[in-house]
């Protein structure tokens, strides 16, 4: 039986992408996304057809007990999950104060750090009890700087990348490795990136950041250093790395 | 006319030496707390009785509108809010993942991320269109690092922290002031360590640390840095500082 | 008999503006400058002609003894250090790696990182022998993240944020305040920006900074919040503050 | 022809664990350690036990063109230097201030920071020339915060923490990845951890932080790290991240 790495957040970005390189490392890929069934079905199919094993779900975070019962009916159904990958975002793009409802500002919290809360809630105690586990945080720069027009998105992502810290804190002695992950650049993605900026934009933004096709940071790569991260020997673990494209400046350069 | 400071969380330590220290500097000190009126009164005649201005209101940050119709009222029956410290904790002492609810992480939340941002929603329309207030908010060694048992607490403090960067971003430059206050160690406040130890626990954490007592953060004391920051002139402003004793360890010490 | 004021880096900018602040302040102020005898008079002289007291020395920083002699002649001639100001820059401008010389990477370690270093070892004896003391360090962006061009500054910067923090672990319990005064933008002084911009830049970049003349950090605004930290209550000190001007965007967010 | 790994310090810990994983990995290791000729040799038979490629060289990293002729002479010799390993320490245990030598300071300095800058200095040309290289930096706590007794060594790390940064800055865009690596915990590493302990107390901290023997940090498993980092793609390269073992606390959570 092959152990099960769980994506939250799995579209055709980092999250899809990761999934196929835990499959092609010998694990089962469970990836739970939003929306977009098709594409989900393509994911799964897509790494069926170069011989991995994967399954989809299609699952709606904020809803109560969304998360909870997906790991327990993977752990039931398909086995003991050893890898889980948090990768749900919460940008909306750039709002002012004024324009930043209350409502936005709770939902941010809620898929971002609330969401990670849950899914440590119910996937640590089964980690604990076998003495191992990873957990992956997809961070953004958010985290570690407040930029204009960001209220929603860095409180709930400062709020995660401290969670980050308290789960390892508690969890890491037990061993359970959480790893904060910071994506700090624009990712290559058609399904969030590609639908925040519309096709043409996307495209442009492509080709101005080409410098062969790179200047952007590309999901497959970023998978790579994902898994390695879950390959870590548990003497030697990352707790927080940053990721971004060489022609890119980091958030503290800009 | 005296300008107004507005205290949220105005207990026996931070909050009500802060209101304490306004008023003596020429503001009237509008203070609220969530319970002992009791309390409450004494330090509005407290002030009053060394020729101060003061009024005190029961608010509980927690229930919808409470922080708005509060800002509201103040405007229309006192002044201009110049001054807010927002000092509301969220402090449920060190608990296992295991023992921390899905209410425990959202109250903690809703009370020290979220009630800044209604705070921030409701007073800086206000402070724009005058072209200048100032936003004190006090933080904790939790904004920084989440430790074990800190789950609830860390995310809360670590979003709030971000939230004051994205305010800082967008406000600054339109003339509001906005200082996030890192109390990195243990405050001689018996409204919120004193109920945490106990009376007993207090009074020998008092004598542990007294070092002539000022081995605790004295916040009579801590006040006075609150009044400095609320007078800096707009060419020299400080966002982020932090205060302890000079007894105790900064948290990148321990 | 007054307590004493050292500063080294008296310039016309934050040095001279702190050395002003604390003659106000009671203190006499020993002001110590590389160059310009003229000003470092004039300097002295208005601090007189506004009824304080001060004396100015020219001292080299990198000459050995410069730093250690100039301390036990003023301990032993004036009296006691209470304060000092380490206000040594080691700012050379953008420069390229490869135009970037071993001396000149040598020469900002030994201002800026060594000269600290220099002056602890002569007045913290001092200091713990009086069991009080402060040592305020002015810092800059440099010393938080390291930009194009910075190699020589940036290094020295980095060095000495973190010799500020061991000071302060082996000091602080002792009674001396070590502060590291991060000044994160550009300063009004025509001594160093000023020379650096030429005449006509330097007010260009005033005016269009300008927004009613506080666009630039102003060193006598600055020097407010010197003094601020030095008076500080040892229950309640500041390790590390920033300060710039509120229509500056902080370093994180550029 | 094989591509060359260079490593500055490839003792018995992470220095020469390193250069068997490059060697392993297609790499000629190129190993320079300052002492014990015959510890080297067997470093480099051993590489070659296994079928790799190696060779051995003192260099004293604080002797003027040590590093810089080396450099040259692997160049001409060996071939083109794809990979750097600057793993110069230059801890030298906990002391007080006034224990602190103007020596020791300025050797800490001229080791840890100035050390990289002329390695870079050296290398960055060439391997701007060829469009692409890397340098993997070993860094430790000391970079992030000052503790007690640090004084030289935090000093010298925290310059070369923002040096990595600066050196990032410019030289990412062209195609040379610097990575800062945060050892943030004790190496299981005779040549230094057991030299500064000696045998015994070496033995007793091995067995102490056993739990079956992962308990400090173990070389060779730092060393797939350091691999990994290497070959990062370079639309996802990381510029720093922290490695310690799984039951060791992170340096924010003591």
Chains 1, 2, 3, 4 share one sequence.
């Not at 790495?5 to 579209?11: D, E, I, P, R, S």
């Not at 998360?67 to 009916?73: L, P, S």
């Not at 790569?221 to 390959?231: K, R």
């Amino acid at each position: 039986m092959k152990p099960v790495c769980l994506v939250l957040g799995a579209g055709a970005g980092i999250g899809g992408n990761v999934g196929m390189r835990f499959a092609r490392g010998g694990y089962h890929a469970a990836l739970c996304r939003r929306s977009d069934e098709d594409g989900l079905h393509k994911l799964v199919e897509g790494i069926e057809g170069e011989g991995g094993s994967a399954s989809g779900y299609l699952l709606n975070a904020v809803e109560p007990d969304s998360i909870e019962k997906r790991v327990a009916a993977i752990e039931a159904e398909i086995g003991p999950i050893e890898v889980v990958v948090f990768n749900l975002g919460a940008q909306i793009g750039d709002r002012a104060l004024a324009d930043t409802s209350y409502k936005a500002f709770e939902v941010g919290w809620r898929l971002a750090t609330f969401g990670l809360f849950r899914l440590a809630s119910a996937v640590c105690p089964l980690m604990e009890q076998r003495g191992k586990g990873t957990i992956l945080v997809t961070s953004a720069t958010a985290a570690v700087r407040g930029n204009r027009g960001q209220h929603s998105h860095a409180a709930a992502m400062g709020g995660r990348r401290m969670l980050c810290q308290t789960l390892n804190a508690e969890f890491s002695p037990k061993g359970i490795h959480v790893a904060h992950i910071l994506i700090d650049g624009a990712v290559d993605a058609p399904d969030t990136l590609g639908k925040m900026l519309g096709p043409e934009g996307f495209q442009q933004l492509r080709e101005a950041r080409g410098m062969e096709h790179d200047g952007l940071l590309l999901p497959a790569e970023i998978a790579d250093t994902y898994f390695h991260i879950a390959q870590q020997h548990r003497s030697a673990w990352t707790h927080e790395l940053d990721l971004r494209s060489f022609s890119d400046r980091p958030w503290w350069n800009h």
